[in-house]
């Protein structure tokens, strides 16, 4: 296991041998990494094979196009030092050779960071040759993807971020989130799904209330609004379309740029409900300031039928806690919520079992990652503006919070990789059916993309989409549950032991 | 095994050139080779059919072995003999009327002169009848899948719209007139996707998606449609933007290109989102850059300028 060469430098307290020559020069570095310390390790090889899968069948990826199995990672064997950068040199170019050795140095240092002998030093060290690597070589996808990781995982072991990036402009970060919509997609499935579910919920309505729990700007209502308006309920004549009015949440005490924010959303919502035809009104509630949403604070009209919009951790806003989405939608039977519909990011790449602390959750957001990053390679390779945009504004700071995310949870184990979904029903919530209409119409809007791109029908009230065989986003629809008979307690929950304890999401 | 020796053309107007083969089978020599279900190849068909006590009792397999057919497979058989219970004719589409009744008259002949017309007739009523539930059947899904499609694309355009009208806000604030002027013109092509037909109506069925560079190069062609200010809530000149982008993205794309991926409905709208992409980056640099992009304003042709090239791709795509 460890390399006896003449110079060397061991450091055995974490089972890792370093060839490191007289003048500390990485020239020649080949980890000799333990690999049956890892408990992941055969998560790990399941990632490796579907990333080499991947790479064979388009041939580009940036990972080894050999046939699987030929790729040891093998936890039982005793390794010696070698054994993968030998074979990695038998086939592939430099830039195989490089994927593969970039994730083995990711999944590395996220086991130095967290293991169970933590060792910052040895994570520092890996991080070190990360980054000396990916200076390095030329710019490949894979590199960019390893490169926001190795940031994360140094901002991880920094403890807090020392350069504090400027917060983007938000006009180029609405540019960026709508170049990713036409990138993948991602958001607009989770919108049309979603709307449709709404629609086909209030069909014979004439009030529809939204409350939305992250607006941002809007987006998803353009097109249910255009769905209201020309929605046929089978009556005839037709009934006129419904009076949408939808309230927004608002973070508490946000800066005046928010509210205005908040304002023009709204504001442009009725512009274009106005040229639609669609009555329409809009209006706005706070979140506490420890980011509860309390019910009293959303105002109820006799007559309407409600629906709540909850959009989990979209693309271009930063991440909620989850506490505050739980407290949202856990208020929906008390306001008698007649549809709940989330949508939400899903891990489920793997075989399961990867909640299984830090390095689990990392390998978990990791595959994610790389799934996304395959599939926006497919049709928009790096090298172009518009992708370089995405990275940099969207992808780069989502993969940092994710990379914490994953750290703060990391003694939650498979909880940790469980969606909302999980805990909508054990508190009680029912499933909707989503109609064929539903699943044909995002069968059809994939059709327009690349068609590494699935949709499954995962329950019958959830569906989900999936690159390869790499789940992304899931968008679920719920009924919510009687109000449970008034209690001494201002807003009846059910009781907080049910609840996973999710830190953040 | 279908090799062709001597082209036999059956009919001079017929469209689809048959080969006979040394099998003694007929095929026509498009892309896909397709047997073609003679007079006489029918007969045996039927002859080996009633052998085995009817259409019902009848197997593919034991259809092949007892008409010992050399060429002739299992899928062959399949079909046809699935065409033959519900009493739809083969090949219709090719056959002029005279072979359809000819055929028809066949089946009848074979049916009485086997002595189980009855039992024959009455099956094919009820084959009739089943056949014609399923057509409903099928056509009712149909018509469900392009009302679907219809929607959705009311839906993606009224999304396009308002991102539209955010970005034009968005990039009001920030730069000049002209650069959101550009701004715009990247965008309605992006917003805008192919015509309905390119849509998938059958579920996923496997895109023809070369990876050419010439499609990203060709992105920056968007650029060149010229001043005209799209309304970001109607439909300028009362067509719908999508054909309208197709068409022209389609000429913009190329020479040979554009047709041939209209002829086969299979232009990709994620093509035109790869393309736009760099519309896009280019109207959204700042002044210096977009002022080489509004060079490339002038450069190319218009397409609207060329108006036989842009009907003919709208054409093509109407299918």
New interface residues.
Partial sequence: MEVAMDGMMEMDKFGCGFAIDGELGWSSWSPGIDWEYFPAADDFHGLIESMISDGADRGGYGLPEFCDGSVTVSASSTNTPNTPTEELATVGTVDDEMGLRLVHLLIAAAEALTGVQKCPELAHVILARLKELLARGGESSMERLAAYFTDALQGLLDGGRQQEDPPPN??EL??AF??L???SPCV?FG??TA?QAIVEAVTDQRRVHIVDYDIA???QW??L???LV?RKDGQSPPLPPPHLRITAVTRCGAGRRSVATIH?TGR?LA??AA??GLSFSFGQCRLDSDEQFRPAAVKLFKGEALVLNCVINPPHLPRRSAVSVRSFLASAPSLGARLVTVVEEERGGGKGDEGRGFVGLFMAELQRYSAIWDSLEA???MQ????G?VDRLIMGPRITEAVETAYRRREEGSVALEGWGKWLEAVGFGRVVLS??NL??A?????????GY?VEEEAPNKLVLCWKNCSLLSVSVWSAPPPSPPSPSPSPSPSEASFPKHSSI | MFSSKKPTTMNSHERPLCVQGDSGLVLTTDPKPRLRWTVELHDRFVDAVTQLGGPDKATPKTIMRVMGVKGLTLYHLKSHLQKFRLGKQPHKEFNDHSKDAAALDMQRNASSSSGIMGRTMNDRNTHITEAFRMQMEVQRRLH??L???K??Q??????G???Q???E???Q??AAGDAAESYRLGFNN?LS?PSLQD??LL?????D?PHDDTF?AAGEANVCLGKKRPNP?GNPSGKSPMMWADATTAACMGTQEAPSKSDQLQI????N??L???S??DA??PKPILDKGSAKLHERPSPLSTPERLMQTRNLSYG
Wanted: with cysteine; glycine share 8%; net charge positive.
């Fill in positions: 938000p006009g609405l540019k709508h170049l919509q036409g990138m607009k919108y049309l709307n700007e809007g987006a353009a097109s609004m255009q769905a020309t023009d442009r512009a274009f040229s639609v049709r928009f390779p172009g503006r518009a992708r945009v064929f209409f044909c119409q069968k059809l809007l994939l059709g327009l993309f690349d068609d699935r | 469900e899948q009302e679907v499609q929607s959705l009311m839906k993606i355009e009224a999304q719209k308002y991102m009208s955010i970005l806000k968005a990039c604030s920030l992006h996707f849509l998938h579920g996923p069925t496997q895109l998606m990203y809530y990709s709208p994620a093509v989102g790869g736009d992409m760099e896009i980056m959204y640099e």
